[in-house]
């Protein structure tokens, strides 16, 4: 009998004759014609195509269809997510092209501080774990386009952050944010040095602007993720018939922030601390809908926006924030919550996390923020090493 063996050139096959041989001339036509079959693959039309040789050429055109499906498939995740796996040295994108690709997490500093502290690099990282399917974008007023480009190894947190698949530092540019907006008129107008609350209103506007344009979620910087989000538009009460804007997020373009924008301008007071941030939200949230006190759990709906439960965000109260730093016999599972705000405006920076001393907070660095946890710790060490002169 003939036998074919597959040999390792893909589409080639070897024949053994022997048999061919020792029958004689009446199975040499047949060894002819397989020689045929196999040097020269028939063609659909060909009537003495045989069985097995179709078969093969349909299981190749099998094969072929699967591995090119596969590889636009891979190709189609490539460009959808491309972000998550260019660490922010190796790309140069825009701020503006991070931003198109929707559903951003927004984080601003607008000190001119460059090395953010522990609490700022946890809140980044945790939305970064949280959030693996979207970009986390930290906006800081200190950096220029130049430092962005070349950032100082001696800031570990730029290091630590930016290691990070989706996690992009860019610099704050106000005036470029407020462009197209009502905002751009009133920054035009206004002297930064003699407001009393610049920083905190300056994030006001800009959180807004950003916001408006892009879409997606804003966080300050003092705001630990813990799950996530799953409203679109939202805002978050601080406490019944008072809503934040420490955390909100909407979709590019939505009418609820463009009469924020005009509200922000047209009844601005920069010595009035809140008075842009967490009092305007309130006050046009209460020109849609009348709030009511929340009664458990539950979250309130406002015409299309998301009124959300304060346990969502603030389930420890601003009067009580120092509770984040002190030893708990047994730990809140915070189980309603969706992110927690540990209240640095009221802590001042006084008290912070320190390794080891088995605080609420510290156990909130070691599950969400684990890389900034550690590199606290690092860093504990080092200053605990002798000098040379001791």
Request: hydrophobic content about 35%; overall charge positive.
């Amino acid at each position: 009998m003939l036998q074919t063996v597959w040999v390792s050139s893909p589409g080639s096959w070897a024949l053994q004759e022997s048999n061919c041989h020792r029958q004689g001339k009446k199975r040499s036509w047949k060894c002819r014609f397989v020689r045929t079959i196999i040097q020269h693959p028939c063609r659909r039309h060909a009537p003495k195509c045989s069985r097995k040789a179709r078969m093969f050429r349909k299981i190749q055109i099998c094969l072929c269809f699967c591995f090119v499906s596969g590889i636009l498939y891979e190709i189609s995740l490539l460009s959808s997510c491309v972000f998550s796996y260019l660490p922010m040295a190796q790309h140069y994108l825009t701020p503006e092209q991070v931003l198109n690709l929707g559903k951003s997490i927004i984080f601003l500093e607008t000190t001119e501080r460059l090395e953010p502290p522990p609490l700022v690099s946890c809140s980044v990282e945790s939305a970064a774990r949280i959030y693996q399917d979207r970009p986390i974008i930290l906006f800081m007023r200190g950096l220029t386009n130049e430092t962005a480009l070349d950032l100082n190894t001696s800031y570990a947190a730029f290091s630590l952050l930016s290691s990070m698949k989706n996690v992009f530092i860019f610099p704050l540019q106000m005036e470029t944010v407020f462009r197209e907006t009502p905002l751009l008129q009133w920054y035009n107008q206004v002297v930064p040095e003699q407001e009393k609350n610049w920083v905190h209103v300056s994030s006001d506007a800009s959180r807004l602007a950003l916001i408006w344009k892009y879409g997606g979620i804003y966080m300050d910087t003092d705001v630990i993720s813990i799950r996530p989000i799953p409203q679109e538009s939202f805002l978050a009460a601080q406490k019944s018939r008072f809503s934040s804007n420490g955390i909100f997020g909407f979709p590019a373009r939505h009418k609820f922030v463009w009469d924020c924008m005009e509200n922000f301008v047209l009844k601005y007071n920069g010595n009035i601390w809140g008075n842009q941030g967490p009092f305007l939200m309130t006050r046009m949230l209460k020109t849609l809908c009348n709030l009511t006190d929340f009664q458990g759990t539950e979250d309130h709906r406002c015409q299309n926006i998301s009124f959300l439960n304060p346990q969502r965000f603030y389930p420890i109260p601003y009067p009580a924030w120092s509770r984040y730093y002190q030893v708990w016999d047994k730990s809140p599972s915070f189980n309603q919550s969706y992110a927690l705000h540990l209240w640095n405006f009221m802590n001042r920076n006084r008290k912070v996390v320190v390794a080891g001393s088995n605080t609420l907070a510290e156990k909130l660095y070691k599950t969400y923020c684990p890389t900034t946890y550690e590199d606290l710790i690092q860093n504990a060490k080092h200053r605990d090493l002798p000098g040379p002169e001791d």
